[in-house]
């Protein structure tokens, strides 16, 4: 297996280059943060989800102002890339190309769209094809992760929004939604989905993290869940090392087998990671910890980013 398997479901990179550096600035600049274009060739990563995240307000406009923009950053870098950075829309996209990145753009909780099954449809048309209902907030689709002490599920609109997600062949998210959600959200669709930066919640007890039977749902619908760097979610406390986040690899794939594991980095997202794993550039540290903590070089490229892949061609077919 070579490193340019590597796939991951999360990152936060177009929302900095939007808001904290200068204009003009792209993907294909040597950016501060966890990654940009040069680095992401440089470790052979074929596959990267880009977050479309806006801080939820009452004012949809101003998020869905924000939203474009990002979709807008994400296109003009792809101009700028010369065929380097190419959008991911079709399942046909999906498989890496040598020389390469594919880009795929994902929203990070829907209250931009406030409820609207026209807007979803429009930022399809601009290339947006996975999509989380809420971030940790409540809004008009669901509970998220951090406001679901009522119980609610996804409402009315939400299951709409759900519908027309798997009418138009998006992938679903189930990271930030709240339990009850969860649920509702399994009833309420059919096929595989994802959970693009979540972790155990048996081995690091974080209402990010999903619980066993959450896990098992997913997994009976041939989904992947993305292990996400950030320290809070890998460990209850204290600084985190790679081995700690190799405990829930090795958790996940002990409680539903390793072909439902992924990576979902958060990267550029998160102010505290694991010992080893700062950026892009420390894939390789990864990969020796997957082999270490005993996975076949099969399942080393599952989790790398197979298992994803093959979840995209289903869900983009």
């Known amino acids: 297996m070579t490193l340019a398997s590597i796939a991951d479901a999360h990152c936060d990179t177009l929302m900095l280059l939007t808001g904290e550096h200068p204009a003009g600035t792209s993907l294909c600049d040597t950016l501060p943060g966890q990654l940009d274009l040069q680095r992401l060739l440089a470790s052979q990563v074929g596959l990267q989800f880009f977050a479309l995240f806006t801080v939820p307000t009452r004012d949809t406009g101003v998020n869905l102002r924000r939203i474009l923009e ?5 296109h003009r870098s792809v101009v700028a890339s010369e065929g380097r950075l190419r959008p991911v829309v079709s399942a046909s996209d999906v498989d890496s190309r040598d020389g390469t990145v594919g880009g795929l753009l994902a929203i990070e909780g829907l209250s ?8 979803l449809e429009a930022l399809h048309m601009l290339g947006v094809r996975s999509a989380m ?4 907030e409540r809004n008009d689709l669901a509970d998220g992760a951090l406001e679901q002490a ?14 027309a997600m798997q009418r138009l062949n998006m992938v679903l998210d189930v990271s930030h939604l709240g339990e009850r959600g969860f649920w509702d959200l399994l009833e309420a669709s059919e096929g595989p989905f994802i959970a693009s930066h979540s972790n155990a919640r048996n081995v690091c007890d974080h209402p ?5 039977e ?3 749902a997913l997994a009976a619908r041939g989904g992947v869940a993305g292990m996400n760097f950030y320290t809070q979610f890998v460990m209850d406390e204290g600084p985190a090392k790679l081995e700690d986040l190799i405990r829930h690899v090795r958790y996940i794939a002990d409680l539903v087998g390793p072909e439902h594991i992924g990576l979902g980095s958060d990267f550029d997202g998160i102010s505290a990671w694991p010992e080893g794993l700062g ?33 995209l061609r289903t869900v983009l077919a």
Do not use: H, P
Request: aromatic letters at 6%; one cysteine or more.
């Open 133 to 136: 209902l809420t971030w940790n």
């Open 214 to 216: 959450q896990l098992k």
């Open 208 to 212: 990010r993290n999903l619980r066993d």
């Open 150 to 163: 009522s119980g609610g599920g996804l409402s009315s609109a939400g299951r709409r929004i759900v519908q």
């Open 279 to 311: 950026g892009v550039q420390d894939y390789g540290n990864l990969r020796v910890a997957l082999t270490q903590a005993g996975f076949t070089s099969a399942e080393c490229e599952g989790i790398l980013g197979g298992n994803l892949r093959r979840v």
């Open 70 to 74: 990002m979709i807008t950053q994400f």
């Open 112 to 119: 931009a769209i406030g409820g609207s099954v026209e807007v």
